[in-house]
Nanobody, 120 residues
Framework: QVQLVESGGGLVQPGGSLRLSCAAS????????MAWYRQAPGKQRDLVAS??????NYALSVEGRFTISRDNAKNTGYLQMDSLKPEDTAVYYC???????????????WGQGTQVTVSS
């Protein structure tokens, strides 16, 4: 089994910054893709950013403001969020596509989510 734990959410004023972390633990052989999604109240969960083999992809709404990265040695992903706007308010979830040590195949895991609120 693999667990993902997000941290770093909170309340920030418009124009401020936050850095989210997603720590993966358990029977991990390697991690392929890592991604961040967000879900605002009453809305669907949308992709914010993803990273695979160093290649990054961003939603148009966050491009130039958010930066996704990962530390493979620590099995941890990050989302640096700058110039935050009220419309960035949502629960942020990370996921990871994991090759495990105890079974074949790639499996997707989700974290429990962390609340980000941008408000003055």
């Amino acid at each position: 089994q693999v667990q993902l734990v997000e941290s770093g959410g909170g309340l920030v004023q418009p124009g401020g910054s936050l850095r989210l972390s997603c720590a993966a633990s358990g029977s991990i052989l390697s991690i392929n893709n890592m991604a961040w999604y967000r879900q605002a109240p009453g809305k669907q969960r949308d992709l914010v950013a993803s990273i695979t083999s160093g290649k990054t992809n961003y939603a148009l709404s966050v491009e130039g403001r958010f930066t996704i990265s990962r530390d493979n040695a620590k099995n941890t992903g990050y989302l640096q969020m700058d110039s935050l706007k009220p419309e960035d308010t949502a629960v942020y979830y990370c996921n990871a596509d994991v090759f495990e040590t105890r079974r074949r195949g790639q499996y997707r895991y989700w974290g429990q989510g962390t609340q980000v609120t941008v408000s003055s």
